[in-house]
């Protein structure tokens, strides 16, 4: 069974950064991407872009791109996105999670609860 | 404003068959797969269709899903009161070289 298992939430003054870790088990961490995907209070999903973990490569949704950096650690098989000079409309629940267009073999961690607040 | 264009809400009663939109574009519907999201409240997404029509195990066969052009529907059929919930669209956008999604939609069950 694949597990996505995330860091827990986090408060933070604005303009400050936050660093959210996924943990995936039951597969091997280099063979998907990891994407992630915030979810404002009461809003849609939105995506801030996938890293690959076999070699690094990122892509960054325009919106978030010099604000966003994801990295890994093939050492401990985690992924890590970081969010810099946060402002309080990042408040979100940020997720991690595979996807996969062509079979069921979708799996999205838990959510990590951002707030940014003065 | 999403990639894809979704209607916010839908209803029915207990039995009905109710369908969701999606609308998209040549650089994402019409050239890829499309998948389907239940979320319950306070919960993670969970794929309900996967690759434009097909139902992951587990999935109630009342879900069913379709794709023609640059637009997909979701249909569930036999509305239950254990489907409310709000569902999204998703597909990978050529463009943009990475997944879209559209802005959901809330199911009512009356």
């Known amino acids: 069974q694949v597990q996505l298992v995330q860091s827990g939430a986090e408060v933070k003054k604005p303009g400050a950064s936050v660093r959210v870790s996924c943990k995936p088990s039951g597969d091997t961490f280099t063979d998907y991407y990891v994407h992630w995907v915030r979810q404002a209070p009461g809003q849609g999903l939105e995506s801030l872009g996938w890293i690959n973990p076999n070699t690094g490569g990122t892509n960054y949704a325009q919106k978030f791109q010099g604000r966003v950096t994801m990295t890994r650690d093939t050492s401990i098989s985690t992924a890590y996105m970081e969010v810099s000079r946060l402002k309080s409309d990042d408040t979100a629940v940020y997720y991690c999670a595979k996807l996969d267009y062509s079979s069921p073999r979708n799996y999205w961690g838990q959510g990590t609860l951002v707030t940014v607040s003065s | ?110």
């Open chain 2, 1 to 110: 404003q999403s990639v894809l264009t979704q209607p916010p809400s839908a209803s029915g009663t207990p039995g009905q068959r109710i369908t969701i939109s999606c609308s998209g574009s040549t650089s994402n519907i019409l050239s890829n797969a499309v998948n389907w999201y239940q979320q319950l409240p306070g919960t993670a997404p969970k794929v309900v269709i996967c690759s434009n029509n097909q139902r992951p195990s587990g999935v109630p066969d009342r879900f069913s899903g379709s794709k023609s052009g640059t637009s997909a529907s979701l249909a569930i059929s036999g509305l239950q009161s254990e489907d409310e919930a709000d569902y999204y669209c998703s597909v990978w956008d050529d463009s943009l070289n990475g997944p879209v999604f559209g802005g959901g939609t809330k199911v009512t069950v009356l």
